[in-house]
C-alpha cells in the first residue's frame, strides 16, 4: 500500500475523527490544568491559614500562661518602662533586695513587645487589639475593627487577603475570650469571664507564597504541555495507524473482491471449457460410433466402407489430440513438463508440418505459402516433437479461421551468436483476426473469444495455451499482433544450439539406419507381446505381423516371466498396468535376475514420472497408448538402432 494512499484515507475518512480527537485531548488537558491550578491555590490557602492559626495558637498559648501567672516581672529599661496603664495594679513596680528595679509587664504589653520585635526580623506581624483597649497604641486598623465586631456577633475567625502596610497580605483573626485572670487587668473596663474583649490577628505578606505558587503553576504548566504534546503524538500516531489499517483491510477487501470474481470467472470459464469439451468430445464420438454401426451392418459400399474408415479415423485422430492437450496442460500445472532435446532437421520438419496442416484446405479460396531462410543450419538442438506441436497448433488455429486469402508459414534466421541461432518462427493468415481485448487473454487456458453456443467457430480453447507454455519452456518468447477482420500474425521466437559437419554425419547415418519403407533390423527377431486387453494385443500382433518377426503373446507378468525363463527374446512389449504380476514388477524381477532382454513400456499414463519411473524399473522405451502403428515402429527401432550401437 503506498503512502499516497494512505494519506488520502487520513484526508476523507480519519481526518475529521483527529480533529475531533486533538480537540477533546485539548480540552481534557485545559480542564487538568485548571482543576490543578484550582487545587494549587486552594491549598496554596489552606496551608496559609494553617500557618497563621498555629501562629495564633502560640501566641495564645503563650499569652494564656503569662496570665495565669499575673503577668511578669523584667528589669526596667527604655523598652521595658513601667506600663502607665498599669498604675492602678499594686505592687507594679517592685526592688529585689539586692535593689533591681522591675516592673510588672501584663500579657498584652509582652505580646506587643514580642510583635514589634519579630515585625522588624521580618517575620509574621501579629497585633493583639480590642475595641475598648487600655493602650491607644493597640487599637484596632479599620479590618481588625471589622472583624471584632463581627466577632461581637458570633463569628469565630475572620480571613481574608487584604492590602497591609503597602503590601498584599494574608490576615486571620480570632477573638480573645475574657477568662478569670484577665480581670487582673481588665476588671476596671467591665469585661466579664466569657466576654470578648478583643483579639490576635495573624498578617504575613502573601508574595513568598504565591511566587511559590506561580512556579507550582509553571511547572504543572510545563507538565501538561508535555503530557499535551505526547498525547498529539500518540493521537497522530493513532490516527496513522487507524489509516494504514483502513486501507490494509479495503486492500485485503479489494483483494477478497478481485478472488471472488476471479474464482467466479474461473467457475465459469471451466464450465465453458466442460461445455465446450463436451461438444468437442461428443462431436467426434458420434461420427466415430455412427460409421462403426453403419460398418456392422454391412450395406455399405467398398468406397463407403473406405471413407467411413477414414472418417473414424479422423476423429479418432481428433479425440487423441484433445486427450494429449489436456495432459500438457495438466504436466504445466504440476510442472512436470520434460523437454527431450535432439538433433533434428528444421527444414524438413517444417515441410513435413505444413504439407500435412495445409492437405484439407481449400486450395482454390486459400493460398498457402511455405518460406524457409536459405541460411538456416542443416540441424539444430531441440525437442522436434514440442517444436511440432507448436507449429501444428498455431497453423491449425490459422486454418480454422481463414476461409479464404492466405496462410503462409515463414521461418527466418535473425540473429547469430557463435552456435547459437536465434529463430523466428511466424504463422500469418488474412483470417477473422482478433480483437484487443481478447489478444489480452489469448494463451489464457480455456480462453475463447466467442464461447456462445452459435459460435461459428469450434475448439477447446486449449492450443494457444499450451504453445506459450511450450514457448516459454524453451526460454523463447511468442507475441500476437492482430486485427478484427484483418488476419493474425504469431510470432515464436526460440534460441536454438546449430551442430557442426561431424555432428551431422551422425545424424545422417542414424536417419538412414531407421528406415520409413523397410525392417532391416527386426530380420530374424522375436517379440514378446505382454498385454492383458485383448483389444490392444489383437492391434499390436495384427502391425507386427508384417515385420515377419517370431510373435510370442502372454496374458500378464506372471505368464510373461514364465516364458522368458524357457525362452530368449529379441525384445519385450509389456503393458505396465496388469494383474497377478504388473509390468513394472516384472521389469524389476527381469533385471534383479540379470536379464538384459530389451524391455518396451505400453502404457496409457503420458505423464513424465510414470515415464521415468518406467525407465528406472528397467524400461528401455515407452509407448503411451493410444498409439498408431507409426509411434510402434519409431520406438522399437529406435530401441534396436540403440542397442546395436551400443
Not at 613 to 635: C, L, M, Q
Request: net charge negative; aromatic share 8%.
Amino acid at each position: 500500500m503506498t503512502q499516497h494512499r494512505i494519506s488520502e484515507i487520513v484526508r476523507t475518512q480519519v481526518q475529521p475523527y483527529f480533529w475531533t480527537a486533538l480537540s477533546i485531548w485539548s480540552l481534557v488537558m485545559i480542564g487538568s490544568y485548571l482543576f490543578q491550578v484550582q487545587q494549587l491555590k486552594s491549598t496554596t490557602l489552606k496551608q496559609m491559614e494553617e500557618s497563621a492559626r498555629k501562629e495564633f495558637f502560640q501566641d495564645l498559648t503563650f499569652r494564656r500562661w503569662a496570665t495565669n501567672h499575673g503577668g511578669v516581672y523584667v528589669p526596667v529599661t527604655d523598652e521595658a518602662a513601667p506600663n502607665p496603664f498599669l498604675k492602678n495594679i499594686p505592687e507594679r513596680d517592685v526592688v529585689t533586695p539586692s535593689g533591681r528595679k522591675l516592673t510588672l509587664v501584663n500579657p498584652a504589653y509582652m505580646l506587643r513587645q514580642i510583635y514589634e520585635m519579630r515585625d522588624r526580623e521580618g517575620f509574621e506581624s501579629a497585633h493583639i487589639t480590642s475595641l475598648k483597649p487600655l493602650n491607644p497604641n493597640n487599637a484596632p486598623d479599620p479590618w481588625e475593627e471589622e472583624a471584632l465586631k463581627a466577632f461581637e456577633l458570633g463569628e469565630k475567625e475572620i480571613v481574608s487577603i487584604e492590602e497591609f502596610k503597602g503590601k498584599e497580605h494574608f490576615r486571620l483573626m480570632r477573638p480573645l475570650r475574657t477568662e478569670p485572670a484577665c480581670l487582673k487587668c481588665h476588671g476596671a473596663q467591665g469585661y466579664k469571664v466569657g466576654q470578648n474583649r478583643g483579639g490576635i490577628s495573624i498578617s504575613f505578606p502573601t508574595g513568598p507564597w504565591f511566587a511559590e505558587l506561580n512556579h507550582s503553576y509553571v511547572i504543572f504548566g510545563i507538565g501538561h504541555l508535555l503530557i499535551w504534546i505526547f498525547g498529539i503524538l500518540g493521537i497522530t500516531f493513532a490516527r496513522n495507524r487507524i489509516a494504514y489499517r483502513i486501507g490494509l483491510f479495503e486492500a485485503q477487501q479489494e483483494q477478497l473482491v478481485r478472488a471472488k470474481e476471479k474464482a467466479e470467472e474461473a467457475d465459469r470459464t471451466k464450465s465453458q471449457f466442460l461445455a465446450n469439451m463436451s461438444h468437442e468430445i461428443r462431436t467426434p464420438m458420434n461420427a466415430i460410433v455412427g460409421y462403426a454401426d453403419l460398418l456392422k451392418e454391412g450395406e455399405l459400399t467398398p468406397q463407403e466402407q473406405t471413407d467411413a474408415l477414414g472418417i473414424i479415423n479422423r476423429n479418432s485422430n481428433h479425440l487423441v489430440q484433445i486427450i494429449n492437450d489436456l495432459l500438457d496442460l495438466s504436466k504445466f500445472e504440476t510442472q512436470s513438463v520434460v523437454l527431450i532435446k535432439q538433433p533434428l532437421d528444421l527444414r524438413k520438419l517444417m515441410t513435413e508440418i505444413f504439407e500435412s496442416a495445409i492437405a484439407d484446405v481449400d486450395q482454390k479460396k486459400v493460398c498457402p505459402l511455405l518460406r524457409l531462410d536459405e541460411s538456416l543450419a542443416k540441424h539444430y538442438l531441440g525437442d522436434g516433437v514440442r517444436i511440432r506441436q507448436i507449429i501444428v497448433n498455431l497453423l491449425n488455429n490459422s486454418i480454422k479461421f481463414t476461409t479464404q486469402g492466405t496462410i503462409a508459414l515463414k521461418v527466418e534466421l535473425k540473429n547469430q551468436e557463435d552456435s547459437i541461432h536465434e529463430i523466428h518462427f511466424l504463422i500469418e493468415d488474412s483470417g477473422v483476426g482478433m480483437s484487443p481485448e481478447y489478444q489480452a487473454q489469448i494463451f489464457k487456458p480455456f480462453s475463447q473469444e466467442d464461447s456462445t453456443l452459435s459460435r461459428k467457430f469450434s475448439g477447446a480453447g486449449l492450443g494457444l495455451a499450451i504453445v506459450k507454455r511450450l514457448v516459454d519452456a524453451m526460454g523463447g518468447k511468442v507475441v500476437v499482433s492482430s486485427e478484427t477482420g484483418a488476419g493474425s500474425l504469431f510470432r515464436v521466437i526460440l534460441r536454438m544450439p546449430a551442430l557442426n559437419e561431424d555432428e551431422e554425419i551422425t545424424i545422417s547415418e542414424q536417419e538412414a539406419a531407421i528406415s520409413t519403407d523397410k525392417y532391416p533390423h527386426w530380420v530374424g527377431k522375436k517379440i514378446l507381446v505382454v498385454e492383458d486387453t485383448a483389444t490392444s494385443a489383437m492391434i499390436l500382433l495384427s502391425w507386427l505381423k508384417k515385420t515377419n518377426c517370431e510373435l510370442v503373446f502372454a496374458e500378464n507378468g506372471q505368464e510373461a516371466l514364465s516364458i522368458m525363463a524357457k525362452q530368449k527374446f529379441s525384445l519385450v512389449l509389456m503393458d505396465i498396468q496388469m494383474p497377478i504380476i504388473d509390468g513394472m514388477t516384472a521389469a524389476k524381477q527381469l533385471r534383479a535376475q540379470g536379464n538384459s532382454t530389451p524391455l518396451v513400456a505400453l502404457s496409457a499414463h503420458a505423464f513424465a514420472e510414470q515415464r521415468q519411473a518406467a525407465y528406472e524399473a528397467g524400461f528401455n522405451g515407452y509407448i503411451v497408448k493410444p498409439f498408431h502403428w507409426t509411434d510402434v515402429r519409431s520406438e522399437i527401432e529406435r530401441v534396436l538402432v540403440a542397442l546395436n550401437h551400443n
